[in-house]
């Protein structure tokens, strides 16, 4: 792909990266080019395991020892960032060229106040003095939208939210002033609210420093919204590059368009995701032609002989791919029964009045001084074959809520009854054993839930062996190896360890090994909120399917209102320990009438740029469930709070006999 260098900030032109792996190099990056302007947001955008962090860390010197660069050029401002030495390179790393790590909290050192970390970057590129620093650290703090800064300079990353930790990494990398920006991947796993507050800086920096940003993510409707243009990166190479409206608009590349496809909405409800079969080949897999041709629809037997060129489609908008443009088959919808009409038998789990306290202690006798109210009193009822959304932000107790159900937090107040007849909360230990199997959960980060130690056999094994301890050797076996082909993995799988697979493979384990003891209710605690939307989509067209067939009832926790518009029957929207807004799906989605349910809405990205939905930003955090608000708690961030929300709780209010609110002026 030509590119002038001296019309951009940077230019990278067939860049190569190889690891080294014994004597040979597998290729990781190959043939990788892209500019960005000053001032200009350019997304790199792909899979897992397509090179785009790999390339922002060679333009920063930080590619791991084993690493190396076998070829290309890497224009910034006419120097080749790949060809200066060492001490140059630093020069410019962390002042001129900064980075935004996916991470914070690994990023960040954990023994080290946030304000010594960000005067260390002033000390190494500014030499300030200690003064001057400290003033200039909390002006970045606040600066970035911290508030108190003076007393946050003095904190440790583990005082501060998710929301706050990204937000120091930002002051870290403006304090060197640069002219680029690198983020990788800074609103994964986010809140929506988060997110637009984080993208909303981003964007505040470009207009104040003319910054310009190259932006890493898999979230496309966040690049819809942002990105002036975007690179799609598929296997360590650029397929497609364009203006962001022209490549949303018309996009060339199989892949890209199915990419596109796998995003859900409430316009596939009811049907399949138009997933991508299989995954990203691994840097060691030699494929001859193009990378892609094993994943791609269209394929002919060119694609598999013959790498492909690039094309120049016009307006800056250019390809590789043989086949660019071509139609793509049609999606199998597969469309699924309604179940608006269906006469829904006796609820699984109904439950009324939980209530998840922690008690604070202080001092040496630790006597208990108050509460943390995770979790203060909420109700809902669950069916069979239904799936039951829990969305609000960070904080609010949804995972708490979850753990409560399973056993793996106190229940202080409330009833938790299954089937109708079995209140959980009143039973001792051992009689309560048999119920365990009847509510499985699937955890957030699936790798950290498995035992490393474990094969996948045994650890699917271990919950069969304690709740039905009936069967034989053989029939365990035999229903392990039926599991694991119900979730899409290979026979062999039982015989591997967690670390031989990928993050969305682990997620399958975690399904499977949820499903071994028969449930009626499975908690999927954001079990999709970090994986790429083809994986993302691949998982979501799993937990439909099995519902359906197995009759599965699916407590769905998670931030992202797209899945939950797709995937989701009924919606209950929870703020500080409580539910604020509960109804059908498509009635909360459309007309919200809590502001909270409202914000969240406005906050979302999403691929259709003129829905006419007004873009709200929720100022702050959720406040700390130790000292919650008093009267409504969420009207120090309320836009339309008045003064009997500063004073008394607000009421509930119904608008329809599924759909209800509790709040003083619900909105319209």
């Not at 001032?39 to 333009?59: D, F, W, Y």
């Not at 009193?377 to 949804?398: Q, Y």
């Not at 909360?425 to 499985?440: E, K, S, V, W």
Request: proline content about 8%.
């Amino acid at each position: 792909m030509s590119s002038q260098p001296e019309q951009h900030l940077l230019a990278v032109s067939g860049l190569r990266i190889a690891f080294r792996q014994g004597g040979a190099g597998v290729t990781a990056v190959q043939d990788a080019s892209f500019a960005i302007k000053p001032g200009e947001m350019l997304a790199l955008v792909g899979e897992s395991g397509s090179g785009k962090s790999i390339t922002a860390l060679s333009l920063l010197g930080l590619l791991p020892p084993n690493a190396v660069v076998e070829a290309g050029q890497a224009h910034f401002q006419g120097r080749d960032l790949l060809a200066l030495p060492a001490s140059e390179s630093r020069a410019i790393a962390g002042r001129r060229i900064a980075m935004i790590f996916q991470e914070p909290m690994t990023a960040l050192n954990p023994v080290l106040t946030v304000g010594w970390q960000i005067g260390e970057v002033l000390k190494q590129h500014h030499q300030l003095p200690r003064a001057e620093r400290q003033r200039r650290v909390v002006d970045l703090l606040a600066q970035v939208g911290i508030p108190d800064p003076e007393q946050r300079a003095s904190d440790y990353p583990h005082q501060l939210s998710g929301g706050m930790r990204q937000r120091v990494m930002i002051a870290m990398a403006l304090a060197g002033q640069p002219e680029l920006l690198i983020a990788d991947e800074p609103t994964t796993a986010l809140d929506v609210t988060v997110q637009a507050q984080i993208m909303d800086l981003l964007q505040a920096l470009r207009r104040q420093y003319g910054t310009a940003i190259l932006l890493i993510t898999h979230n496309l409707a966040l690049v819809n919204e942002q990105a002036d243009r975007v690179a799609v990166m598929y296997a360590g190479s650029i397929v497609e590059t364009a203006g962001c409206d022209d490549l949303f608009r018309r996009p060339a590349h199989p892949y890209t368009r199915l990419l596109l496809r796998s995003i859900p909405s409430v316009d596939q409800r009811g049907q399949r995701l138009a997933a991508i079969t299989g995954s990203v080949p691994k840097p060691e897999e030699a494929i001859p032609g193009c990378r892609f041709a094993p994943r791609c629809p269209l394929a002919t037997p060119q694609c598999q002989a013959e790498a492909p060129l690039f094309r120049d489609l016009g307006h800056g908008h250019g390809v590789v791919c043989h086949l660019a443009e071509a139609p793509l088959p049609e999606v199998q919808t597969d469309t699924a029964a309604s179940k608006d009409d269906v006469v829904l038998p006796s609820p699984v789990l109904q439950v009324t009045g939980l209530q998840v306290w922690f008690p604070r202690q202080s001092g040496l006798l630790r006597r208990t001084i108050g509460y943390v109210k995770a979790v203060d009193g909420i109700d809902f009822t669950l069916w069979p074959g239904e799936t039951l959304a829990l969305v609000g932000e960070s904080g609010c107790g949804k995972t708490t809520v979850g753990k409560a159900l399973v056993g793996l937090a106190p229940v202080n107040a409330g009833r938790i009854v299954v089937h109708g007849k079995t209140d959980l909360t009143g039973l001792h230990p051992r009689a309560l054993r048999p119920f365990r199997q009847t509510i499985q959960m699937i955890f957030q980060d699936p790798f950290s839930s498995l035992d490393p130690r474990l094969t996948i056999g045994e650890t699917i094994a271990e919950g069969m062996e304690i709740h039905q301890p009936g069967l034989t050797s053989h029939e365990r076996q035999s229903r392990m190896a039926d599991l694991i082909a119900k979730v899409g993995l290979p026979a062999d799988a039982l015989r591997r360890y967690p670390h031989q697979f990928s993050g969305g493979q682990r997620q399958r384990i975690g399904l499977a090994r949820s499903l071994a003891v028969n449930p009626a209710v499975v908690i999927c605690d954001e079990c999709t909120s970090a994986l790429d939307v083809s994986v993302q989509a691949q998982i979501l067209n799993l937990l439909k399917d099995l519902q359906h067939e197995l009759g599965l009832a699916y407590l769905f926790i998670t931030h992202d209102l797209g899945v939950v518009s797709f995937l989701a029957e009924r919606i209950a929207v929870m703020y500080l320990g409580r539910i604020v807004e509960h109804g059908q799906t498509a009635e909360v989605m459309a007309a919200p009438r809590h502001p909270y349910t409202k914000a969240l809405l406005a906050a979302a990205p999403t691929l259709d740029s003129a829905d006419g939905r007004p873009k709200l930003r929720l100022p702050g955090d959720v406040p700390s469930p130790i000292n919650p608000p008093a009267g409504c708690h969420f009207h120090p961030r309320c836009p339309y709070a008045q003064a009997v929300c500063r004073t008394m709780p607000p009421p509930s209010a119904s608008f329809s006999p599924t759909h209800s609110c509790t709040c003083h002026f619900p909105v319209a």
